[in-house]
């Protein structure tokens, strides 16, 4: 449950459908105001169009041959029985792989079909189609591999001295950061040693995909892509076509917290369709969807805080080591998030951090929300704690006394010049109610950790509160160019707007409907379907769809805009600037002027495109310094827990959250988002691993994958969004979605620590760290 406090969302009122011919005036929209998502009816009505229940004549089915080991050399692929098999049509090696024989959106590492080793538990071998898909996954069961066994590398730290993995070596990036003095120490040292887990996305809907040949040659691919212009561009190169003969077309997103796809999966589609000339379709089992995909960076971070008597810091000194998996794929940037932002939102004078990422016979490590971020919060929260044991201070006092502000600067040299309310967002959660206490009561047994079949006594539960700061970058880094384009057209009084930004929950299609209707006050928008006959527009990542998307989708609405007051002030012998558009209707300054929306754009269709890019960044430097960031958005959680001490049960009671989001364009999605990334960071604290046992993957499926339900979801209070708008932002908008995730794992295990007395260095938490042997009476 969420709530808004302090007025920071007061137009989240319900918007309700007003009956039609009763001349009531139509229900507010624009910016700032909550309108209801885009997609809502044909969600609620099951009418919208997953890439699962797409369907064409001729359809085949597509299976993908796995490998089970982590590691190993391949002797020999026989698809001899696969190919003989009735209904088989085709069977895919990577000797059938006409183009680039590998590929990745950051680094083309990876083989489209592993053609002499396997590198890790998972990886495609051979892709068969066939008319059923019971048929498929049979033929490709009958591919006979065999396979040299090797001994895998799954311990991060062994890479650095194992034998090459793969041809570029172990070492993915190596990323020192030096700022300030070395041998400057301070009067209080604390040291610790942190672990973090392979989180996975998840998405409620597995990956699934249509291919359909075309007849000049080429292919279409329907899929859930959250970055099709990438995804087409690789196809194409993987299948030796030139990138306009290969189609892109996203159809419904069914839940992404990254890089959702497995691109082997769209390529798999793409050369079987290619070959065979016929549709062919994949829908993947909840296990190859577990397989295929990109995860968290499992992380081992080694932290040392120096700091005065008065607790204010005085060095960081970190090792960061990601585990990338087998392939490169996001590690570098996930790296070079961990690195800059290893200190936290805090004043740090002097940091010397190293950081590693290393490829391993793991699971492959991607893009997942909030990367690097998130696992460096949970290390220097660890450490703050820490530190204010030692010095016998308040834990959110000794985080009061270091916050970050504008104006001060990064350990990467770069100086905030976005809005930094860290100190307010922090005092905002310190000041917040917080929940009462459990009664001891029958009834209320189920609110204990565990729940009423596995609670122990009532006595044995203790209470804990902890505080984090957390902080992100928006959009790309590193001299990333972050563009988007978008058209914006008006026929009568409807609007459409064009634009490749993929739609992934965000709420992309309904802040483009907001800001056309507020830029040119029509009520009726249409967001067009994306597909990659459009131009780009980048990634669904990092909030880049808010700032570069929204940003051209209001140009291009303020060009139509001017296209279309042009011949009314022209005629009225005044400039464009003294008109406005506001409740449908357009107004001179002086009143002489007053005339509908409706009525000026009457037999009229105007148009326009415009681009939105960013200020330009830079990549790091050998020494980690660099203006690295195009900006930043920070939040402060507040966690409130029971523990049941003899069992090590966690039970999380109360989240309060207090974000930085520049505006909110949307309060109601603003809140959802805040409270989905919530949601994400408690799984993450205490429940979601993806376990592997020297590289094979354990309980590849939702059993064994513990995601948090609607009873481990506490109440989440957004107890203040801080409205200071990012001037070089459009709208003054910040991302909203990735810094709850980031932090809240970090406010749940200080919690802990403050209920137990432990450390809890690892994350998710395991019982036997939430116990006390020997407890206080």
Request: charged letters at 20%; hydrophobic letters at 45%; proline letters at 9%.
């Given at each position: ?93 990577h ?47 009958a ?20 034998e ?7 070492l ?8 300030g ?9 604390v ?29 279409e ?18 299948f ?16 992404a917290?990254?890089e ?25 089992t ?5 397989l ?40 570098a ?36 929300r ?12 660890g ?20 916050v ?20 307010e ?8 109610p ?58 009568g ?36 379907p ?52 506001a ?5 001179s ?11 000026a ?29 195009v ?18 049960a ?43 046992s020297?590289?094979?993957?354990r309980h ?78």
């Amino acid at each position: 449950m969420t709530g808004i406090a302090d007025g920071a969302a007061a137009s989240a009122a319900p918007v309700t459908a007003l009956p039609q011919g009763t001349g009531a005036p139509p229900p507010p929209h624009g910016l700032g105001v909550s309108v209801p998502p885009a997609d809502a009816p044909a969600k609620a009505s099951g009418t919208f169009p997953y890439a699962a229940d797409l369907w064409a004549e001729g359809l085949l089915w597509a299976a993908v041959l796995r490998s089970p080991h982590p590691h190993a050399r391949i002797a020999s692929v026989d698809t001899s029985q696969a190919e003989q098999m009735p209904g088989v049509r085709a069977v895919l090696t990577h000797a059938d792989v006409p183009g680039d024989a590998a590929h990745g959106r950051h680094v083309a590492d990876r083989p489209v079909f592993a053609q002499d080793l396997v590198r890790y538990h998972g990886e495609p071998i051979a892709a068969v189609a066939a008319d059923h898909p019971d048929t498929a996954r049979l033929a490709a069961a009958a591919i006979a591999v065999a396979y040299e066994v090797l001994e895998p590398v799954t311990d991060p730290e062994e890479a650095f001295a194992a034998e090459p993995l793969h041809p570029d070596g172990n070492l993915v990036r190596h990323i020192p950061l030096h700022y300030g003095d070395p041998e400057v120490t301070g009067e209080v040292t604390v040291e610790g040693l942190y672990r973090i887990g392979r989180q996975d996305p998840a998405p409620i809907g597995a990956e699934a995909g249509l291919a359909v040949p075309r007849p000049d040659g080429g292919v279409e691919i329907y899929t859930a892509s959250t970055d099709p212009h990438a995804d087409r561009d690789l196809a194409a190169a993987c299948f030796g076509l030139e990138p306009d003969r290969v189609k892109v077309v996203v159809t419904g997103v069914p839940g992404a917290m990254g890089e959702r796809e497995d691109p082997g999966m769209q390529l798999a589609l793409g050369l079987l369709a290619l070959r065979t000339g016929r549709p062919v379709k994949l829908v993947a089992t909840r296990e190859e969807s577990f397989l295929g995909h990109a995860h968290r960076h499992p992380t081992l971070l080694r932290y040392r805080h120096h700091a005065d008597a008065e607790g204010r810091l005085v060095k960081v000194e970190a090792q960061i080591l990601l585990d990338a998996g087998a392939y490169a794929d996001a590690s570098a940037d996930a790296l070079a998030a961990a690195v800059s932002f290893a200190c936290g939102p805090y004043v740090v004078p002097h940091a010397f951090v190293e950081g590693w990422a290393v490829r391993t016979n793991n699971p492959p490590s991607g893009h997942v929300r909030g990367e690097g971020a998130m696992q460096v919060c949970a290390a220097y929260e660890g450490q703050m704690d820490k530190l204010a044991a030692r010095l016998g201070l308040d834990p959110a006092e000794l985080r009061m006394r270091n916050v970050l502000a504008t104006g001060d600067l990064l350990p990467t040299g770069q100086t905030v010049t976005c809005p930094a309310p860290v100190a307010e967002l922090l005092q905002a959660v310190r000041e917040a109610p917080l929940p009462p206490l459990p009664k001891d009561d029958p009834e209320d047994e189920w609110l204990l950790p565990g729940g009423p079949e596995g609670a122990g006594e009532p006595g044995a539960v203790r209470r804990g509160v902890g505080y984090a700061l957390g902080m992100v970058h928006m959009l790309g880094a590193e001299g990333a160019d972050e563009v988007s384009t978008a058209t914006v057209k008006v026929e009568g009084t409807v609007a459409t707007v064009i634009c490749a930004a993929v739609e992934t929950g965000q709420g992309f299609t309904t802040l483009a409907r907001q800001i056309v209707q507020d830029v040119l006050g029509v009520e009726e928008v249409h967001v067009a379907p994306v597909d990659t006959d459009q131009p780009p527009a980048g990634p669904a990542a990092r909030g880049r769809h808010t700032w570069v998307s929204g940003g051209a989708v209001e140009r291009a609405a303020k060009m139509v805009r001017t296209q279309l007051l042009q011949p009314l002030a022209q005629k009225f012998g005044m400039s464009v600037e003294l008109l406005s558009i506001a409740d449908g209707k357009i107004t001179s300054y002086d009143g002489v002027l007053s005339t509908t929306v409706e009525e000026a754009l009457e037999g009229k269709e105007l148009w326009a495109t415009a681009q939105c890019r960013p200020h330009p960044t830079e990549p790091l430097d050998d020494t980690g310094q660099g203006d690295a960031f195009v900006g930043l958005a920070f939040c402060a959680v507040r966690a409130v827990v029971d523990v049941d001490i003899e069992l090590g049960a966690v039970r999380v009671v109360d989240m309060a959250v207090a974000q930085d989001v520049g505006r909110a364009l949307n309060p109601r999605q603003v809140a959802a988002r805040i409270e989905a990334g919530v949601t994400q960071g408690v799984g993450a604290a205490l429940t979601e691993n993806l376990r592997t046992s020297r590289g094979v993957v354990r309980h590849p499926d939702l059993t064994g994958y513990a995601l948090p339900t609607a009873v481990d979801v506490p109440e989440i209070r957004i107890v203040r969004l801080v409205e200071e708008r990012d001037v070089v932002a459009p709208f003054g908008a910040k991302a909203v979605s990735a810094v709850p995730v980031v932090t809240s794992p970090a406010a749940v295990a200080a919690a802990v620590r403050a209920a137990t007395g432990r450390p809890v260095n690892r994350l998710p938490i395991r019982p036997q760290a939430a116990v006390v042997t020997n407890p206080a009476p």
